[in-house]
C-alpha cells in the first residue's frame, strides 16, 4: 500500500519523494535528430560504416535550408560526434583504426573544424588515442573494461529499481511486450537480438524517469554487444540473457525494486563475463 507519498513501503530506498516527472525540454540546439536512432540500429545490425557516413551526408543536405548553408558548426560538431561514438562503441570501427580529420570531413561533407573538435570530445570520453598523423580508437585494458561493467552495474541496477517504481502502466506494458518479443527470436535471429536488445534496455531505462542517470547510462557505455561480437555468443549464453530479461520483467511486473536490481545486476555480470572473452578481437 503506498503511503501519503505516494511511494510504497520500502520505496524511499530508491528514489526521493517529489514533484512528478515532467516531460523533457532539451537545451536549444540540442538532441539528435531522429534517423540518428535508424543508423544505430544498422550498426549495431552489422551495416557498414562507411555506408552510414555516406547515408549521413544525404540526411545532412537533404535538412539543409534551400539556397543554405549545409554546415552550421555548433550542429555539426554533435553530429559528427554522435556518428563516430556510435561507430567506435558498436565496434564498426575497431580498435586501432587511424582517423584522419580530412578522411572523416570528406566521408561526412564537412570541414575539419567539427571534425577536429568531435575527435577532442570523443578523445575525453577515453574513446581515442593520438597517432603520428591524427587519432586511432583506443584500445581499452581489462581493467578498464572491467571498472566500466562496475558503473555499468551500479548505474543501469539503479535505474531498473526505479522504474519498478516510476514506471507507468503504459511503460510497463511496453517494456513487457519487447521482453515478450525477444522471447520469440532465435539464435540465428542475430540482427533483431542486437536491436530489440537495445530497444528493451533503452526503455527501462527511460522507465526510470531520471533523465541524469540516463544521460550518465549513456556515456559510461564504451562498447555495445554489437553484430561482430554477438556472433560469437552461444545459443546457451543467448538463451540465458533471455531469461534475465525475464527475470527483470517479472521484477518490473511486480514493482519490486529490489528484484529488480538483483536481476538486473546479474544480467550486467553475465554480459561481462561474456565480453571478457572478446577483448582479444576489440
Known sequence: MKN???????????VIA????????????????????DLEN??????????????FRQLA??????????????????LVYEVLRLAI????????????EAEIGEALSVSRTPVREAMQRLSADGLLSRRKRGWEVKKLDMTQIRESYEVRMSLESF?????????????????????????RLTHADLSERLTSNRDLHNRIYAASGNERLVDLIKKNTQYYFAHRFA?????????LFQDQHEDIGRALKA????????????????????????????
Open 255 to 282: 514493482r519490486d525494486p529490489d528484484a529488480a536490481e538483483t536481476a538486473a545486476r546479474q544480467h550486467i555480470q553475465s554480459t561481462y563475463l561474456v565480453f571478457e572473452k572478446f577483448y582479444k578481437l576489440l
Open 4 to 14: 501519503s507519498t505516494g511511494l510504497r513501503p520500502g520505496d524511499e530506498n530508491w
Open 18 to 37: 517529489g514533484p512528478p516527472r515532467l516531460p523533457r525540454i532539451p537545451p536549444a540546439g540540442s538532441g539528435a535528430p531522429e534517423w540518428l536512432g
Open 42 to 55: 544498422r550498426v549495431i545490425a552489422g551495416a557498414d560504416f562507411w555506408q552510414v557516413a555516406h547515408d
Open 89 to 100: 562503441r558498436t565496434g564498426a570501427l575497431p580498435t586501432g583504426t587511424p582517423l584522419i
Open 61 to 78: 543536405a537533404d535538412d539543409a535550408p534551400a539556397g543554405g548553408r549545409l554546415e552550421t558548426p555548433v550542429a555539426f560538431v554533435e
Open 159 to 183: 535505474a531498473t529499481a526505479q522504474a519498478a517504481i516510476r514506471a507507468t502502466e503504459a511503460e510497463l506494458a511496453a517494456i513487457l511486450e519487447a521482453t515478450n518479443a525477444r522471447s
Open 231 to 239: 556472433q560469437l555468443v552461444t545459443p546457451e549464453e543467448s538463451a
